[in-house]
């Protein structure tokens, strides 16, 4: 994992060592290659790289079978073999489908991924998670396929949109919430000058959200421990996905803003069974709320949301699987949780 400013103009210094053979083609969207493609591209000639570029629409609606299928057709029309390398240069998206298309063709290619967004930079691109979404939920479909590398460039975060930094940082104060109070404590104080555009905090935030993430993921790399591991970083997920399948999987909520919301859904869950303090949720809701972030449910209905819960892969049993907390930076794993008490949080928030 590399992470700083203008490793992109260098990109080619950096990848070669990692690649099997001199050969690549980069999967990427058409708004970040018309940002980022042909300084990427520049990097890989200069250092003798051979490369193709394979582009699809931007947004969720991309990891889909049909857009997947016609990327796994592509490589194979190009007539790759197991040593070309795969690079992933966008978002959480871009990163999730490419690096399934590296899972899938001729049983597994080598990757590498260049995330361009706050929000892949620190969760999507680091753990190996690779998928596609159906109409039944979010990610039900891809592989574990650890990159050969994550170069992480900074300096394009400063291309992003407001709203996409913002949604980013959820995923960073994830991280404290977690098991991270002194860190939750920094996050409260710096957060507004972070996405305000201060480059030193933003720095040692993205650093430390890499460093818990990998850490954790080095312990559990197929979330196979029935609790804790893993499967905490799960933290607000399963409201999370429930609320994106609900939207649409589309631009009215971004992947980050359904954090934000589930974070603060899974601590009030947390609190009326008496596990948490019931001032962590109006704690957490009003720093996430002051930087822009949604807090709440927008009407929709709870039998739908719980429904696509009950879709969620991380079912047990027959029993929803949610990560809940004693307090801030005290998460942990549980599958005793009433439906009704999920119901109850669900209304309480903005559900009808």
Same mark, same amino acid.
């Given at each position: 994992m590399l992470a700083g400013p203008n490793l992109l103009a260098r990109a080619g210094a950096h990848i070669a060592p990692h690649l099997p053979q001199p050969r690549c083609v980069i999967i990427t969207d058409?708004?970040?290659a018309a940002l980022h493609l042909p300084t990427l591209q520049a990097a890989l000639s200069e250092t003798g790289?051979?490369?193709?570029? #394979?582009?699809?629409?931007? $947004?969720?609606? +991309?990891? +889909?079978?049909?857009?997947?299928?016609? #990327?796994?057709?592509? #490589?194979?029309?190009?007539?790759?073999?197991?040593? @070309? @390398? !795969? !690079?992933? #240069?966008?978002?959480?998206?871009?990163g999730d489908l490419a690096g399934y298309t590296a899972a899938a063709t001729l049983r597994g290619l080598p990757f !590498?991924? !260049?995330?361009? @967004?706050l929000l892949a930079q620190v969760d +999507?691109?680091? $753990?190996?998670?690779? $998928?596609i979404n159906t109409p039944q939920g979010k990610n039900l479909v891809g592989a574990f396929h650890q990159p050969k590398l994550v170069l992480a460039d900074t300096s394009t975060l400063t291309t992003l949109p407001p709203r996409e930094l913002r949604a980013g940082y959820a995923e960073i104060v994830k991280a404290a919430l977690i098991a991270d109070p002194g860190f939750y404590d920094w996050c409260e104080t710096n957060a507004a000058a972070m996405l305000a555009g201060d480059a030193t905090l933003l720095t040692h935030a993205i650093t430390h959200a890499i460093a818990f993430k990998a850490a954790i993921v080095a312990g559990d790399e197929f979330e196979t421990k029935p609790a804790g591991g893993r499967a905490l970083l799960n933290l607000g997920h399963t409201f999370a996905h429930a609320l994106e399948a609900e939207t649409g999987y589309g631009p009215t909520l971004l992947h980050g803003e359904a954090v934000a919301t589930g974070l603060v859904l899974a601590t009030h869950l947390s609190a009326s069974l008496g596990l948490c303090p019931q001032e962590d949720t109006s704690r957490i809701a009003e720093h996430l709320h002051a930087i822009g972030l949604p807090t709440r449910i927008n009407n929709l209905p709870a039998p739908h949301l719980l429904n696509h819960m009950k879709q969620d892969k991380k079912m047990q049993s027959g029993r929803l699987k949610f990560i809940l907390t004693h307090g801030i930076g005290h998460a942990f794993t549980s599958t005793d949780v009433p439906e009704t008490a999920v119901e109850a949080t669900l209304r309480a928030n903005g559900a009808v």
């Amino acid at each position: 994992m590399l992470a700083g400013p203008n490793l992109l103009a260098r990109a080619g210094a950096h990848i070669a060592p990692h690649l099997p053979q001199p050969r690549c083609v980069i999967i990427t969207d058409d708004t970040v290659a018309a940002l980022h493609l042909p300084t990427l591209q520049a990097a890989l000639s200069e250092t003798g790289i051979a490369h193709t570029t #394979l582009t699809v629409p931007p $947004g969720e609606a +991309s990891k +889909s079978f049909p857009t997947w299928q016609h #990327l796994v057709e592509s #490589l194979l029309t190009q007539k790759v073999d197991r040593h @070309t @390398t !795969i !690079i992933a #240069l966008g978002g959480g998206v871009i990163g999730d489908l490419a690096g399934y298309t590296a899972a899938a063709t001729l049983r597994g290619l080598p990757f !590498i991924q !260049i995330p361009t @967004t706050l929000l892949a930079q620190v969760d +999507s691109s680091v $753990g190996g998670k690779t $998928g596609i979404n159906t109409p039944q939920g979010k990610n039900l479909v891809g592989a574990f396929h650890q990159p050969k590398l994550v170069l992480a460039d900074t300096s394009t975060l400063t291309t992003l949109p407001p709203r996409e930094l913002r949604a980013g940082y959820a995923e960073i104060v994830k991280a404290a919430l977690i098991a991270d109070p002194g860190f939750y404590d920094w996050c409260e104080t710096n957060a507004a000058a972070m996405l305000a555009g201060d480059a030193t905090l933003l720095t040692h935030a993205i650093t430390h959200a890499i460093a818990f993430k990998a850490a954790i993921v080095a312990g559990d790399e197929f979330e196979t421990k029935p609790a804790g591991g893993r499967a905490l970083l799960n933290l607000g997920h399963t409201f999370a996905h429930a609320l994106e399948a609900e939207t649409g999987y589309g631009p009215t909520l971004l992947h980050g803003e359904a954090v934000a919301t589930g974070l603060v859904l899974a601590t009030h869950l947390s609190a009326s069974l008496g596990l948490c303090p019931q001032e962590d949720t109006s704690r957490i809701a009003e720093h996430l709320h002051a930087i822009g972030l949604p807090t709440r449910i927008n009407n929709l209905p709870a039998p739908h949301l719980l429904n696509h819960m009950k879709q969620d892969k991380k079912m047990q049993s027959g029993r929803l699987k949610f990560i809940l907390t004693h307090g801030i930076g005290h998460a942990f794993t549980s599958t005793d949780v009433p439906e009704t008490a999920v119901e109850a949080t669900l209304r309480a928030n903005g559900a009808v």
